[in-house]
C-alpha cells in the first residue's frame, strides 16, 4: 500500500489549498481515510477522517468549519479542501488509511496503519 498526498504549498493567511491523497496497492472501498499534521517541535495531530462510504466525517475542533475532507463513492483520492488558513495550519500534513474503525477511534493516530510522505503547508500572516 502507497500514499501520496499533494497540494502543499505557500499561502497567505485567509487563503485557500486543496490537498490530495493517491493510493495504490489495493482496493480501498472497504478503508477509513485520514488527515494528520505535525507542526515544528509538535506531535502528529488529527485534522479530519472520512469513513469508507463518504457517508461519515469527523474533524478536530481547530479546523471545523474551515476545512472539508471528502471522496467520491468511497474511491480514491481523498481530498482535504482548506479554506480560511491561519499561521496556525502550518505544518507538514500526511494521509492516512486503515480498514474500518469503530467511529470513536477515527482521530486516533494509531487506528491507521497505512501512512503517505507528507506535503508541507506553510501559511504566511
Known amino acids: 500500500v502507497q500514499l501520496q498526498a499533494s497540494g502543499g504549498g505557500l499561502v497567505q493567511a485567509g487563503d485557500s489549498l486543496r490537498l490530495s491523497c493517491a493510493a495504490s496497492?489495493?482496493?480501498?472501498?472497504?478503508?477509513?481515510m485520514a488527515w494528520f499534521r505535525q507542526a515544528p517541535g509538535k506531535e502528529r495531530e488529527f485534522v479530519a477522517a472520512i469513513r469508507w462510504s463518504g457517508g461519515t466525517t469527523k474533524y478536530a475542533d481547530s479546523v471545523k468549519g474551515r476545512f472539508t475532507i471528502s471522496r467520491d463513492n468511497a474511491k480514491i483520492p481523498v481530498y482535504l479542501q482548506m479554506n480560511s488558513l491561519k499561521p496556525d495550519d502550518t505544518a507538514v500534513y500526511y494521509c492516512?488509511?486503515?480498514?474500518?474503525?469503530?467511529?470513536?477511534?477515527?482521530?486516533?493516530?494509531?487506528?491507521?496503519?497505512?501512512w503517505g510522505q507528507g506535503t508541507q503547508v506553510t501559511v504566511s500572516s
Open positions: 492516512a488509511t486503515t480498514p474500518r474503525v469503530a467511529q470513536s477511534a477515527l482521530g486516533l493516530l494509531s487506528s491507521y496503519d497505512y
Open positions: 496497492g489495493r482496493t480501498f472501498r472497504d478503508y477509513d
